[in-house]
């Protein structure tokens, strides 16, 4: 079973707004990712947090991992409409942090 | 650089049919594995390696074949094609180490087996 869940399974925003998304796993991990993937693209990387990291930031968005809770949230603040894509989490497991296990994605719709 | 090359984009197969998707990248990474993504399903991994001559199965190996002669190309088999393997196939690769590090994607291959 896969190791990641989203949550939501989509989100809908106004242009300006702030996105929240979350992201929960099964095992103990070596690292979580963030990945975005426009519609019929392959996923592109966009930050990396590691399991002795609480807090991460890169440009307008801001990742936080809670290892004892096993979830980590994304962030993407002031919103545009060229955000809208799917985003999905990534764990690298700690037994077997050369696998990269995702989740099943959040759908976020930016509206301008 | 050209990353992660995956061919081809598109591909329909009669169902039995046999077919090898390719996947190379050239940044010299240790790491590669590819993934099917379905609708509502996210990323499934298949098989992955993690350098030449080693690869080891995924969530979901049955129906395909992997090998990985050199560090570059490592093409997946589908070895009899069924309608349940109609999807989108994506080729990834990583470099080895023990902090972490972000995968690099290839475009996908849609396949649809009728």
């Known amino acids: 079973s896969q190791q990641g869940e989203e949550d939501p399974q989509a989100l809908s925003i106004q242009e300006g707004e702030n996105a929240t998304m979350n992201c929960s796993y099964k095992?103990?991990?070596?690292?979580l990712q963030w990945y975005r993937q426009n519609s019929g693209r392959g996923l592109v990387h966009l930050i990396l947090?590691?399991?002795?990291?609480r807090e991460k930031h890169s440009g307008r968005l801001r990742v936080t991992l809670d290892t004892s809770k096993k979830s980590s949230s994304l962030l993407i603040t002031a919103s545009r409409a060229a955000d809208t894509a799917s985003y999905f989490c990534?764990?690298?497991?700690?037994?077997?942090?050369?696998?990269?296990?995702f989740g099943s994605g959040t759908r976020l719709l930016v509206r301008p | 650089n050209a990353g992660v090359t995956q061919t081809p984009k598109f591909q329909v197969l009669k169902t039995g049919q046999s077919m090898t998707l390719q996947c190379a990248q050239d940044?010299?990474?240790?790491?590669m594995s590819w993934y099917r993504q379905d609708p509502g399903m996210g990323l499934r991994l298949i098989h992955y390696?993690?350098?030449?001559?080693?690869?080891d199965q995924g969530e979901v190996p049955n129906g395909y074949n992997v090998s990985r002669s050199t560090t570059e190309d490592f093409p997946l088999r589908l070895l009899s094609a069924a309608p349940s393997q109609t999807s989108v196939y994506f080729c990834?690769?990583?470099?080895?180490?023990?902090?972490?590090?972000?995968?690099?994607f290839g475009q996908g291959t849609r396949l649809t087996v009728v």
């Open positions: 095992t103990s991990i070596n690292n």
């Open positions: 990834a690769s990583r470099e080895q180490g023990s902090r972490g590090a972000e995968a690099f």
């Open positions: 390696s993690v350098g030449a001559g080693i690869t």
């Open positions: 947090i590691r399991s002795n990291e």
């Open positions: 990534a764990t690298a497991p700690e037994d077997s942090s050369y696998k990269l296990i």
């Open positions: 940044m010299n990474h240790e790491y």
